[in-house]
């Protein structure tokens, strides 16, 4: 099998994983899912998932013409990649053929290779036409009504616009690192934003440890959390570590907590990478105990503000763990209020575009705690619009903010200040 075709077969594998299986993809590239693959394989598999992942109702609207049934779910994922590829400039007889191969290998469905053929050569004739017509790609039911619920309809819409258009890549770098060999438009809160940027190890600066990749969102947490020079601060929840290397690149004492062995594990190779220091503890937030000047928690969340780079979120998940999460961020925000010195400050903040583990939260910890006051000036800065400043004194970014300079990540923060 071509290296092409072997890069397709593993995209296929990984659609099954995601819509039969209910896995992320993060999941299905930790447990070895593209070990087999060379490097430049494994990009092209993994663009070619996310792509599809992207596209995929348009991919089923074009392919519904055609089908009498729907076929078994690896045939229908098959079809599903080949018409992005076939609608988006793929070689009509390279892609069919590749996808009738790859059919024909499969020991349960060989036989099906000649549907897939045949239904793929139709959309190769009518498909790139068609595509240019239909909607923007809608999230599905369970993750769209909450939404259009909290931001309305219309914004729905341009959030879904700014998924399907995807993510740039967006650099923070180390006081002082010159980023001019990176290219790029320096956004106005200090990211460096890079558009078809390529393998990220690649680019210049990369293995010195100048930078490291972080969208503009959540780059601001740490930000406007402000941690100083000889100030003890404590991030909850760190890994990969995005934020522990803003706080410890300002020069503040940084002791980072994450539950997960294997992703400190990532942390700690970005800290040497970079030669950032910080103390690295492998445990549960909610066991943490001292005081710190300033404290990050960056809880565990739905994500569901990362979906312009994770498309496989709203197919694979279906909401079922939400009612955990929120009471955990709960749980979470409250202890981590315990750890605050007082005069000190939190930042509590998540990926997340549902109110629930963002504003109401916060909302609620007002209420809860007399000595804690949201810093409204904090969040005011180049670049950031005054109405996405919320009632109760938070920050709240959405995907569809920013479109002409491509889009930001959806995220919700509140710097809270505990009274001396
Ligand atoms: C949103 S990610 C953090 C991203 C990170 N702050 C950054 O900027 O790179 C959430 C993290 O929470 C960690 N986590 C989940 N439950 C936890 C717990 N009970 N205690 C500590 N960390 C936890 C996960 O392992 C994950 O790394």
Same mark, same amino acid.
């Given at each position: ?130 595509? &240019?017509? +239909? !909607? ?6 369970? @993750?769209?009504?909450? $939404? /259009?619920? #909290?931001?309305?309809? *219309? ?109 400190? &594990?990532? +942390? !700690? ?6 030669? @950032?220091?910080?103390? $690295? /503890?492998? #445990?549960?937030?909610? *066991? ?120 930001m990540d959806g995220f919700y923060m509140a710097l809270l200040r505990k009274t001396a």
């Amino acid at each position: 099998m071509s290296d092409a075709n072997h890069a397709r077969r593993t995209a296929v594998y990984l659609l099954d994983q995601v819509l039969g299986e209910g896995r992320l993809l993060a999941e299905c590239y930790a447990a070895g899912a593209l070990e087999k693959l060379a490097p430049e394989n494994r990009a092209r598999a993994q663009r070619l998932a996310v792509e599809t992942l992207r596209s995929l109702e348009r991919a089923d609207r074009i392919l519904k013409k055609h089908l009498k049934k729907t076929p078994p779910l690896m045939v229908m994922n098959a079809l599903r990649l080949g018409t992005v590829e076939l609608c988006s400039g793929g070689a009509a007889h390279g892609v069919v053929n590749a996808m009738v191969a790859i059919v024909s290998n499969h020991r349960r469905h060989g036989q099906l290779k000649g549907l897939v053929n045949a239904i793929l050569r139709k959309v190769a004739d009518e498909g790139p036409e068609e595509w &240019a017509k +239909l !909607r923007v790609p809608r999230l599905p039911n369970w @993750l769209r009504k909450p $939404l /259009v619920q #909290a931001w309305g309809a *219309e914004a729905m819409l341009s959030m879904e616009a700014a998924h399907y258009a995807g993510a740039p890549l967006d650099i923070t770098g180390k006081p002082g690192a010159d980023l001019q060999a990176l290219g790029g438009v320096l956004l106005p809160t200090g990211s460096l934003r890079i558009a078809g940027a390529g393998q990220v190890s690649a680019l210049p600066g990369y293995r010195e440890g100048d930078w490291w990749v972080q969208d503009a969102a959540a780059a601001l947490p740490a930000l406007i959390l402000n941690a100083l020079q000889g100030e003890q601060a404590l991030d909850l929840c760190a890994a990969p570590g995005g934020k522990t290397m803003q706080m410890a690149a300002a020069g503040a004492k940084v002791t980072a907590v994450d539950i997960s062995e294997s992703r400190v &594990a990532r +942390l !700690r190779e970005n800290l040497e990478r970079t030669g @950032l220091e910080a103390e $690295l /503890v492998v #445990a549960d937030a909610l *066991e943490q105990t001292g005081q710190y000047d300033a404290v990050l928690l960056d809880a565990p969340c739905s994500a569901t503000g990362t979906i312009r780079r994770h498309p496989d979120l709203p197919q694979a998940k279906d909401g079922s763990e939400f009612g955990a999460l929120i009471e955990l961020q709960a749980q979470m925000l409250a202890h981590a209020w315990t750890l605050v010195k007082p005069g000190g400050r939190l930042m509590y903040c998540t990926c997340s575009l549902l109110p629930d583990e963002g504003e109401c939260q916060v909302e609620e910890a007002l209420e809860m705690f007399p000595d804690m006051a949201a810093d409204r000036e904090a969040l005011k800065m180049p670049g950031v619009d005054a109405d996405w400043i919320t009632e109760e004194g938070g920050l709240r970014l959405r995907p569809d903010y920013w479109p002409e300079q491509g889009g930001m990540d959806g995220f919700y923060m509140a710097l809270l200040r505990k009274t001396a």
